[in-house]
């Protein structure tokens, strides 16, 4: 059964940091690239990053450039998300994704290109 199981988000002040967590299972790790996306109340969803785990791409959104960075630990079949300087717009669920093959930018906006979804973790950030 494949599953990917977020976790790590949480309340947190404005300029704080948190890292999520996105532990998958039941596929070929190392043969998927793996995005992460938030949808806050009311808003669309909106990709923050990909990380492609055959050849290490990596790709940002611009409101995650320098601020927040993915990484990957195949051996744990585990992406990270580091989030610093958080702000109140961040606020939102935010949700891991997986694709069979390669990444690239165009999967921070083609959401049905994904092959499974997470069930998404809660961050706030305060003012």
């Known amino acids: 059964e494949v599953q990917l199981v977020e976790s790590g988000g949480g309340l947190v002040q404005a300029g704080g940091s948190l890292r999520l967590s996105c532990a998958a299972s039941?596929?070929?790790?190392?043969?998927?690239?793996i995005g992460w996306f938030r949808q806050a109340p009311g808003k669309e969803r909106e990709g923050v990053s990909c990380?492609?785990?055959?050849?290490?791409?990596?790709y940002y959104a611009d409101s995650a450039k320098g601020r927040f960075t993915i990484s990957s630990d195949n051996a744990k079949n585990t992406v990270y998300l580091q989030m610093n300087s958080l702000k109140p717009e961040d606020t939102a669920v935010y949700y891991c994704?997986?694709?069979?093959?390669?990444?690239?930018?165009?999967?921070?906006?083609?959401?049905?290109?994904?092959?499974?979804w997470g069930q998404g973790t809660q961050v706030t950030v305060s003012s």
């Open positions: 994704a997986a694709k069979t093959g390669q990444g690239g930018y165009y999967l921070l906006w083609v959401y049905d290109a994904y092959d499974y």
């Open positions: 039941g596929f070929t790790f190392d043969d998927y690239a």
């Open positions: 990380i492609s785990n055959s050849d290490g791409s990596i």
